[in-house]
Nanobody, 125 residues
Framework: QVQLVESGGALVQAGDSLTLSCVVS????????MGWFRQAPGLEREFAAA????????RYGASVKGRFTISRDNIKDTLYLQMNNLKPEDTAVYYC??????????????????WGQGTQVTVSS
């Protein structure tokens, strides 16, 4: 069973940068597509970024495109989300997600069957 553990969430100021990490364990391999979603209080879970296996195809949500960068280290079984020029509206719990059994990219939460516990990112103005 795939297990995902996020880290890196913090309280930062607007304009700051932050990098989230997600370590994959519990699987024979991590050769599957992965992504980041976020959820702010009172709002639905929102797609942020996704990356295929082994990492050729990448997709971003409109609200983060140009500021966030998703990447993966296939040796370390770790997914990253580099977030630059953070804004107060980026405040949310960020979740790492995986699509075991699929190499293909997706921006649909229902197509991800493994989820981490989330890490809080708070951006003050």
């Amino acid at each position: 069973q795939v297990q995902l553990v996020e880290s890196g969430g913090a309280l930062v100021q607007a304009g700051d940068s932050l990098t989230l990490s997600c370590v994959v364990s519990g699987a024979a391999h991590s050769q599957f597509a992965m992504g980041w979603f976020r959820q702010a209080p009172g709002l639905e879970r929102e797609f942020a970024a996704a990356i295929s296996w082994p990492g050729v195809n990448i997709r971003y949500g409109a609200s983060v495109k140009g500021r966030f960068t998703i990447s993966r280290d296939n040796i370390k079984d770790t997914l990253y989300l580099q977030m630059n020029n953070l804004k107060p509206e980026d405040t949310a719990v960020y979740y790492c997600a995986a699509r075991p059994g699929s190499h293909w990219i997706s921006n649909i939460a229902a197509e991800f069957s493994a989820w981490g516990q989330g890490t809080q990112v708070t951006v003050s103005s």
